[in-house]
Structure formats: C-alpha cells, structure tokens
C-alpha cells in the first residue's frame, strides 16, 4: 500500500465541458443514465459523405470573450476547476501556477474558416497573424490570460493520450517544485477536419458506438474539455480545501509500431500501465476499476482487452464512457480521469452503454447495462493514441 504523504499530488477542483453535460454533475447524470450525446451534424454538409454523426456539444459556451473553439472551451471547463477548488488566484504565486492543456488537434478554425473562402490569397499578412496566434501554448496561454496569471502555459500535442499527458506532466512538475498549483486536462473542439479524417481511416462508427461489443463498428467524434486544479496535499490542507483524490501514478510509452495502429501485443499500453501501478506501490489486486481507452473500434478495443488481462490477471471492472461522449480526442483521457474522480467519491461504477454481447476471449468484469455500486479505493485510467501514445494514471480515494 502506498504510504501518506503530505507531498503527494491531490486533486482540488474539476470542471467538465462534454456532449452529455457541461458541469461535473450533468456529464455524471448522463454517465449513470446513458443519455448520448450522438445525433446527425448540423455544421457540415454530409449528403455526400457515408457518416452523418457525431457527438458535438449542443449548450451554448458564453464565457464573455472571443477564442477559437477549443480555446472557449478549455476556458470554460478551467473556471469551473478553479471555482470547484476554491482558489484564488491573487492568493497564490502567479508565477508559479502552471497551466498545462493536452490536444490532438489544437485550434483549427484558422485554417478551417480560411478554406471557405478559397477565392481570397490564402495566407495574407492578416492571415499570417492569425495562424501565429495558433501556435503550440495557444490554448494554455488563453486560459492562463483568463486566469490573469503569469506562470508557465504549455499546449501538449500528444494525440488521443494528451489529457493523461497532461496530467502526468502536472505531477512531476508539482513532485519537482517546478510549480506550486497546476491547472491541467485536455480539449479539443469538433472541426471538419477531425471528422473527415477519422473516416477516411474508416474507423468512424454507422451511428451507435459500441466499445467492446462484439459488433462494434467504430468511435463517434466528440469535443470537449476537462480541466483539474492539482496541488501538493501540503498545500490543499494549508488551503482548508477539500481533496477529491489522490494521483498516485502515473506513465507515458511511447510505440513505433505505426503511425495510426497500435502495436497488435499492446506492448506500450502494458507497459505504461505496469510503470503506473509500480510508481503508485500498489498491486494489480488493489485496483477496482479501470476506465479504458474503449474507443469502440474492432482492432483497438481487442487489444486493450487482451492489455488489461495481461496487466491484471485475476481479473478487474472495466467500462468506456466514449460510448456517450464519442472519441473527444484531446479532451478523452481527462474526461476519463474526471469519471473517475466521481467513480471514487460516489462509490459507484458507470457502465459502457450500448455493450450487448462482450468482445471474446475476455474474462474481465465487463459493466454494462446498468451503474453498479461498489467499493473503490484505487482506479486507473489509461489511454492511448496515434503516433503510439500510451499512457496510464492512477487514482486514489481521497
């Protein structure tokens, strides 16, 4: 069992922005009820193409300025980070408040929006300007400027991982001293370029994504963002403020196998899961709960079965909330982190919606159809993406 420690990373605040909710306690009801957030696009023209579905977030993002999508978003899933933790941010060093933002596509309505109007000189001054203000720390520096803080603002590029980077990088900074509270998560907001993408890889589900299902046809593209305030517990018990868990470990591999297929053993999701649970000083036998990558694709949801039955071999509960949410790319693995955050102070575990018969050979415990109450105390949150991300994070009760 790992040993108390005043120094230990503590998570303080969380704000969720998802297309089944757009506060932590909407994206829970949704989890426990099964309310998707799929339905037919209505921002892009689909008659021509095979898929016509998505799960972009339908309530209106008023945060009283003007960012590009994925920046508005972010902005508004830090606020309520912040306002969750009851920080103040005059009553901390500003320049030692880190916010950290993983994305797979960073800000693409620049571009996006310049390829409406094709008949206009592309790149003008003006334009130049523009995409300059997309650079990498775009989104992080945005919410930062929110924030009115001076400290470091990183944007982590890491594919359908970045969230879980971002919360990795946040501890070993706070474990380094190189900061005293960090802000971090994901985001990605729904462009064209995302959904045409995905498909072309024929990877985009007919409709209803179905992870682990034995007749799963593919993921679902969501937008999103989640955001943590993370502190030294030193510092939270100082503050008077509640802690709302633990990060006890956390790992990055990173794979060659291919630039957009996982190694077919899962050799860096292993690895990167069994580098967690080390780092953490706990067992397979003591973790409850796995919330998995489960993106409903034929190829990846086997893989990651066959990953956790190498990793824990007696067995373990294990759910995909991308059923509801669809595959939020940047945001994904902090959305996760953020169902377990709730999976561990609620005492109970969501299904995957939408599983009927599980993807075999599995001798998992595969929750489905219905949320089960259960005893948790340590669950892990992993995932992977192209360019052969891996990553894993472990949680623990407050």
């Known amino acids: 069992m790992p040993q108390t420690d005043l120094d230990q990373v503590v998570i303080t605040g969380m704000g969720v922005v998802s297309p089944i909710g757009c506060s932590e306690d909407r994206f829970w009801e949704s989890l426990t009820t099964g309310r998707s957030g799929a339905a037919k696009i209505d921002c892009l023209d689909t008659s021509d193409l095979p898929r016509d579905t998505a799960c972009p977030i339908r309530e209106p993002i008023d945060i009283g300025v003007s960012l590009h999508r994925a920046s508005q978003l972010t902005v508004a899933a830090s606020r309520q980070a912040v306002s969750s933790a009851g920080l103040r941010v005059e009553d901390v060093d500003a320049n030692r408040l880190a916010v950290i933002v993983g994305t797979t596509m960073g800000e693409t309505d620049p571009i996006e929006h310049r390829l409406d109007d094709p008949d206009e000189r592309w790149l003008n001054p003006e334009h130049a300007r523009i995409i300059a203000q997309g650079k990498p720390g775009s989104i992080a520096a945005n919410v930062r400027d929110d924030l009115q803080a001076v400290g470091p603002a990183v944007d982590i590029y890491g594919a359908c991982a970045a969230g879980n980077l971002a919360l990795t ?108 649970l080390r780092q953490s000083g706990l067992s397979p036998d003591d973790i409850e709960y796995v919330c998995a990558h489960g993106t409903g694709t034929p190829q990846n949801d086997a893989i990651e079965v066959a990953v956790m039955q190498r990793c824990f071999p007696r067995g373990v509960a294990f759910s995909s909330i991308k059923a509801l949410t669809g595959h939020t790319m940047g945001a994904a693995a902090a959305m996760e982190a953020a ?60």
């Open 169 to 276: 990088k946040a501890r070993n900074d706070l474990l380094s001293g190189r900061c005293d509270v960090a802000l971090a998560g994901g985001s990605d907001g729904f462009s064209t370029l995302a959904f045409i993408g995905f498909m072309r890889l024929r990877i985009m589900s007919s409709g209803v994504c179905k992870p682990f299902d034995e007749e799963r046809d593919g993921l679902l593209v969501g937008e999103g963002s989640a955001m943590f305030v993370l502190e030294r517990e030193s510092s939270a018990r100082a503050r008077g403020v509640r802690i709302r868990a633990r990060v006890v470990g956390c790992s990055i591999t990173c794979e060659d196998y291919h630039p957009t297929r996982p190694d077919p053993n899962g050799d860096g999701l292993t690895r990167a899961t069994q580098e967690a």
């Open 339 to 398: 169902c377990c955050v709730l999976s561990l102070e609620r005492q109970t575990l969501i299904p995957t919606w939408h599983l009927s018969k599980v993807l075999q050979p599995c001798e998992l415990d595969a929750i489905k159809d219905e949320p089960r109450e259960a005893r948790v105390r340590y669950a892990v949150n992993n995932s992977a993406g192209f360019g052969g991300y891996n990553s894993s994070v472990v949680l623990a009760m407050a």
